[in-house]
């Protein structure tokens, strides 16, 4: 079974703190990366996809991908308390051409993070 | 750009009737919409894959007659939850990629359904 592993939290780090989430997944074979926002009651929203091995920065964000290791992190600089959410890792695995289930992604089950001032 | 909308935001309803939700791409034609639920603390589940001009693809354990769902435009795609129970109850959302931009979902807000 295809599988999407993060640390559940909760994670908690000061403001001003680099906060970082971890993610594995089981499918060497793997293309599409992406880090998800999701705030209580909320749905998610995109900070983040990555695809190639190597570091992407986006402001704040860095996304780290080793596919060799089949892992993949975000890093948040500078923390702030509005960063307090539920960090979602999800990965398509289904990167077939012409396929029916192109997009399709596999969501870990989040990792709660609180930014306390 | 990629803005999805879902309607309605809350529906409460008895136990037995049927409820539909749309989920419209506002900017851009999605190719492929997908529908999610979530329960309390848990993370999103698939419910399946829809595309425009053809019959969604379910996953496993999805039942396919209880959630309909129609995907008429490049614009638009509904889920009716059937003989909605309360273990129906859920937070039901949907995405949508489009051809150019397959890889990557954004999501609608949401559509919370209570049944009574």
């Known amino acids: 079974q295809k599988e999407v592993e993060q640390n559940s939290g909760p994670l908690s780090v000061p403001e001003g703190a680099i906060a970082s989430l971890n993610c594995t997944y089981s499918d060497r074979g793997s293309q599409s990366f992406f880090w998800y926002r999701q705030y209580s009651g909320k749905s998610p929203e995109l900070i983040m996809s990555?695809?190639?091995?190597g570091d992407k920065e986006d402001g704040r964000f860095t996304a780290q991908l080793n596919k060799a290791s089949q892992y993949v992190s975000l890093l948040i600089r500078d923390s702030q308390p509005s960063d307090s959410a539920t960090y979602l890792c999800?990965?398509?695995?289904?990167?077939?051409?012409?396929?029916?289930?192109?997009?399709?992604?596999?969501f870990g089950q989040g990792t709660i993070l609180t930014v306390h001032p | 750009g990629a803005v999805v909308s879902q309607h309605p935001s809350w529906v409460i309803c008895k136990s037995g009737t049927s409820v539909k939700i749309e989920c419209r791409s506002l900017?851009?034609?999605?190719?492929?919409m997908f529908w999610y639920r979530q329960f309390p603390k848990q993370s999103l589940m698939l419910m399946a894959t829809s595309n425009e001009g053809s019959k969604a693809t379910y996953e496993q354990g999805v039942e396919k007659d209880k959630f309909l769902i129609n995907h008429a435009s490049l614009t638009l795609s509904t889920l009716t939850v059937t003989s909605a129970h309360p273990e129906d109850s859920s937070f039901y959302i949907c995405?949508?990629?489009?051809?150019?931009?397959?890889?990557?979902?954004?999501f609608g807000p949401g559509t919370r359904l209570l049944v009574l």
């Open positions: 900017d851009f034609q999605a190719t492929t």
């Open positions: 999800a990965v398509n695995m289904d990167s077939n051409a012409g396929g029916t289930s192109y997009g399709k992604l596999t």
């Open positions: 990555i695809y190639s091995n």
């Open positions: 995405s949508a990629g489009s051809g150019e931009m397959w890889e990557t979902q954004y």
